[in-house]
T-cell receptor, first 118, second 113 residues
Framework: GAVVSQHPSWVICKSGTSVKIECRSL??????MFWYRQFPKQSLMLMAT?????????EQGVEKDKFLINHASLTLSTLTVTSAHPEDSSFYIC??????????????FGDGTRLSIL | GESVGLHLPTLSVQEGDNSIINCAYS??????FIWYKQESGKGPQFIID?????DKRQGQRVTVLLNKTVKHLSLQIAATQPGDSAVYFC????????????FGSGTRLLVRP
């Protein structure tokens, strides 16, 4: 239980393109989802906290107009990288907050999306 | 955790030996700590957690030690196996409504056969 699915797992696109990444909680409802960014050989850096039905809370230094987050339902949050450029190339990982029984983990993670901008 | 630098420290151990991975955190108010394992191209996988009212917790082949005085966390893996090879991250959080995690810089564990 408590599975988080991320799609796509890998995307390559041209500079200037906008890319949407989906994060779904498959068997539970998540009022809160988190978006992380990870560069090679580095740690996960929290980008924003996404709350269902309200605006996302962005961490300091993260451009909200560049990284659009939508959390329209209890099982889906999307991250759109607008007008992506090569410096946006990274590994993007989402997680979902789980508050139900059967899990002692506060966040369940997806398997990430590798974004490469040419 | 403290996420600094561009180079992952590496711990190389012989298969069957015990491994100890260390982590420092900076927020003295943090009251919840987790260790994650991350394999290449995948998301973090939960290993074990500990709350600030404890200083030791054991799981299957893993033990987490917490020293709040010096803000230090360690993960001990007994009888390390090749499948344990991965990058390990600690994370700390506040058990408020968000459980927002702050990840440490990570350690790569290489298990020699």
């Amino acid at each position: 239980g408590a599975v988080v699915s991320q799609h796509p797992s890998w995307v390559i696109c041209k500079s200037g393109t906008s890319v949407k990444i989906e994060c779904r909680s498959l068997d539970f409802q998540a009022t809160t989802m988190f978006w992380y960014r990870q560069f090679p050989k580095q740690s996960l850096m929290l980008m924003a906290t996404s709350n269902e039905g309200s605006k996302a809370t962005y961490e300091q230094g993260v451009e909200k107009d560049k990284f659009l987050i939508n959390h329209a339902s209890l099982t889906l949050s999307t991250l759109t990288v607008t007008s992506a450029h090569p410096e946006d190339s990274s590994f993007y990982i989402c997680s979902a907050r789980y508050t139900g029984r059967g899990s002692n983990q506060p966040q369940h993670f997806g398997d990430g999306t590798r974004l490469s901008i040419l | 955790g403290e996420s600094v630098g561009l180079h992952l420290p590496t711990l190389s151990v012989q298969e069957g030996d015990n491994s100890i991975i260390n982590c420092a955190y900076s927020n003295s108010a943090s009251d919840y700590f987790i260790w994650y394992k991350q394999e290449s191209g995948k998301g973090p996988q939960f290993i074990i957690d500990i709350r600030s009212n404890m200083d030791k917790r054991q799981g299957q082949r893993v033990t987490v030690l917490l020293n709040k005085t010096v803000k230090h966390l360690s993960l001990q893996i007994a009888a390390t196996q090749p499948g344990d090879s991965a990058v390990y991250f600690c994370a700390d959080a506040l058990m408020d409504s968000s459980y927002k995690l702050i990840f440490g810089s990570g350690t790569r564990l290489l298990v020699r056969p």
